[in-house]
């Protein structure tokens, strides 16, 4: 992987740049949708390809684990062949899936026992066996496992999470560097800085994370509960202290106002369900502020849905018809909302790019920021 900034914004410390796998070109700054299961849900890879222009997708390790496993997978040729795509994928390490299983996973410094969500058997990841399965499913950039803390979570917890994230770092480095690419194309590994939203400990594993000298580097446990303005905070704090000539991954963020803001603060990548999850359930982004569809205000408003849009639902479809769809439990409304809000989120990382090599981000940062919050 190799990565090349080609334009610094002025007024900010948002930046254009390049990354280059082995199954193509990322422009950044990127979003990434999530294929949680090898699948973006309820879009079909043409979509994703030809009206979305997505330029990489995110799969998700625990998930893939479970369901088909490693053995289809590996028999297949990997995810790419499997799921049938041919430009870069990213896979989370499951330490985020991990988390939320709260009531069913103990944590030691080997690992993190877990019961499965779908049949309740128990499995075991560590360091070690999640670089292996990650090899398996072979996305061209990987995660390393790593704690996600809990918002609110006590001093004395975020600090010891943090320190064993940074061992079993170590751990991963040394399993990624013993082990090699199963398909032909290279991998790469991002470490990922946590510390909660202490100041200290943020700046401690930022040190440790550029110590160890990779490719590119990841920024978690943000977004997680915590008010915005402290995820900005610590997301400065860390970006200060990260290489500037790797890319900089904030993992599960956010709103498109997140997105903005934290380009501004010099992040390159993002992913997150939220166009998908809300798309699902009736929320749509777009130019002029988001829209409920489900409100019943839309039920005779024959109006593009997004006049702006530049998804083919965007225009050929009404948010009149759209809202029909919704209230009849329509599947196709599922699939409207969903292709809308990421063409919606990946338009918006093209425009910051123009802005970026245009020399005026930091102005149109703040006149769009306005409008995507605003409840229509």
């Given at each position: 992987m190799v990565f090349g900034i080609t334009h610094r914004d002025k007024h900010s410390k948002a930046r254009a740049g390049t990354i280059s796998t082995d199954h193509g070109v990322i422009e950044t700054p990127i979003f990434m949708p999530v294929g949680t299961a090898g699948t973006v849900k309820a879009v079909h890879h043409h979509e994703l390809e030809d009206d979305i222009k997505t330029q990489i997708i995110l799969g998700n390790t625990y998930h893939l684990y479970l369901r088909p496993g490693m053995e289809i997978i590996e028999k297949a040729g990997g995810l790419h062949q499997f799921i049938n795509w041919q430009k870069p994928m990213l896979t989370d390490s499951g330490g985020y899936q991990v988390y939320s299983l709260a009531d069913q996973r103990k944590l030691t410094e080997e690992g993190a026992k877990f019961q499965s969500h779908i049949d309740g058997s128990r499995h075991f990841f560590t360091p070690e066996n999640i670089m292996d399965i990650q090899r398996t499913i072979g996305a061209d950039i990987i995660m390393a496992f790593d704690e996600c803390t809990p918002y609110p979570c006590e001093y004395d917890y975020a600090k010891k999470s943090m320190e064993m994230t940074h061992r079993w770092l170590k751990r991963c480095i040394n399993?990624?560097?013993?082990?090699?690419?199963?398909?032909?194309?290279?991998?790469?590994?991002?470490?990922?800085?946590?510390g909660s939203v202490y100041g200290d400990l943020r700046k401690q594993s930022a040190e440790f994370v550029a110590a160890q000298d990779c490719k590119g580097n990841a920024i978690g446990g943000l977004s997680v509960g915590e008010p915005a303005e402290e995820m900005y905070e610590m997301c400065e704090l860390v970006c200060d202290i990260l290489p500037e000539d790797k890319p900089r991954y904030l993992m599960g963020v956010g709103t498109p106002a997140n997105l903005l803001e934290n380009i501004a603060l010099g992040v390159d990548m993002f992913d997150c369900v939220m166009p998908t999850r809300n798309g699902r359930n009736g929320m749509l982004f777009t130019s002029e502020g988001i829209i409920n569809i489900r409100n019943k205000k839309w039920e005779a408003d024959f109006s593009p849905i997004d006049p702006d849009g530049t998804s083919f639902a965007d225009t050929k479809f009404s948010k009149s018809y759209l809202r029909h769809l919704f209230v009849s439990n329509e599947v196709l409304g599922l699939q409207i909302a969903s292709i809308h809000n990421l063409a919606f989120y990946l338009e918006l990382m093209r425009q910051a790019r123009e802005h970026v090599i245009a020399g005026d981000f930091a102005e149109w940062k703040e006149i769009t920021v306005k409008k995507v919050e605003n409840r229509l």
């Open positions: 399993r990624f560097n013993e082990t090699e690419p199963k398909y032909g194309h290279e991998q790469t590994l991002f470490p990922i800085v946590q």
